[in-house]
């Protein structure tokens, strides 16, 4: 069964403009989380090479996961992005 547009679509403020974007999927709200959740646990720490390697696995995976998302949806890509980091560092609490 299709899903209606208007519950794919979603509307964001950014910098106090109203934006209407392909509703991101859980999917890039879940790998943006571990990016940000890995990078907290890499800058923990003294550097190593090791130590970022799952922060910079993690932003990599996310990032191919946004083209790949755009390129489906047809939404443009740092459109999309804007809108998952938005969703996951700064949720709108009347979304909780």
């Not at 907290?40 to 998302?69: I, L, M, N």
Request: no cysteine; charged share 30%; proline share 6%.
């Amino acid at each position: 069964m299709a899903v209606p547009l208007s519950e794919q679509l979603v509307t964001v403020r950014v910098w106090g403009a109203a934006l209407s974007v392909a509703k991101p999927s859980d999917e890039l709200i879940r790998l943006f989380r571990a990016a940000v959740e890995a990078e907290a646990e890499a800058t923990s720490k003294p550097y190593t090479e090791e130590g970022w390697a799952p922060w910079r696995q993690a932003a990599e995976a996310f990032q191919r996961a946004v083209t790949a998302e755009a390129e489906l949806t047809g939404e443009g890509r740092g459109k999309l992005e804007q809108v998952v980091k938005k969703a996951v560092l700064h949720p709108d609490p009347d979304d909780a």
